[in-house]
């Protein structure tokens, strides 16, 4: 059974630094064909913020977290990161990680098969 786990969330201020891990279970993530961040904000919809194949070969980012999300990953931990830095109240909500058996576009989330439960990230001002 394929499980992935969040974690890392947490309250922080506006312009600061949290880093989300994704660990998955029961399957490696090289066997994905691609890895995306999501996030929903209360009364919203669920929105990508950025994507990745496990080979790391191509990174895409939505234009709200360009330059300021990372997205890496470790193998030996089958482990995939979201760094965030630069912190805005907007940034407020709960992200989700997700994977995809098949490739397509990183943004559509019919596209992923597998997604975790979402850990919370609330940025005060």
């Known amino acids: 059974q394929v499980q992935l786990v969040e974690s890392g969330g947490g309250l922080v201020q506006a312009g600061g630094s949290l880093r989300l891990s994704c660990a998955a279970s029961?399957?490696?993530?090289?066997?994905?064909?691609?890895v995306g961040w999501f996030r929903q904000a209360r009364g919203k919809e669920r929105e990508f913020v950025g994507g990745?194949?496990?080979?790391?070969?191509?990174?895409y980012y939505a234009d709200s977290v360009k330059g300021r999300f990372t997205i890496s990953r470790d193998n030996a931990k089958n482990t995939v990161y979201l760094q965030m830095i630069s912190l805005k109240p907007e940034d407020t909500a709960v992200y989700y990680c997700?994977?995809?058996?098949?490739?397509?576009?990183?943004?559509?989330?019919?596209?992923?098969?597998?997604w975790g439960q979402g850990t919370q990230v609330t940025v005060s001002s």
């Open positions: 029961g399957r490696t993530f090289s066997s994905y064909a691609m």
């Open positions: 990745t194949t496990w080979t790391a070969s191509s990174t």
């Open positions: 997700a994977a995809a058996r098949y490739s397509g576009s990183y943004s559509l989330l019919r596209n992923y098969d597998y």
